[in-house]
């Protein structure tokens, strides 16, 4: 797999990723059996970087449950889009409930709002 710089921060990222929106919004145990196939196949052909939002549903939780102790090997993306300033940080929190304190790219999705958000995300 290709992998290339991302900016200036030092990340290094695959060319190829696996986007959650529709696909990991999912419920039961078939579902998520089949969403974890998905997570270990991206992952054993080092596409380990995975795009999700709050705005996708259960595509958070599902991919947090299919990547379990593999965490450690994933590079997640996930998005802010919130009204306010309290929902933004309330994403953030739960998104760093869900991926063991770490996400490793916060994407601001809803542009009319970025700049209450960039301060939250700068700490981050």
Known sequence: MEIRRLGANG???????????????????????????????????DA???DSSPMYGEAERVLSEALGLRRPDALIATKVWAPSAAEGRRQVDRAMRLFD???????????????EHLPMLEAE
Not at 13 to 42: H, K, N, S
């Open 11 to 45: 990340l290094d990222v695959p060319v190829v990723g696996l986007g959650t929106w529709r696909t990991f919004d999912v419920r039961g145990a078939a579902a998520q059996r089949g969403i974890r196939a998905v997570v270990d196949e991206a992952l054993e052909s």
């Open 48 to 50: 380990n970087l995975f």
């Open 101 to 115: 304190g770490r996400v490793d790219l916060y994407q601001i999705h809803n542009l009319a709002n970025w700049r």
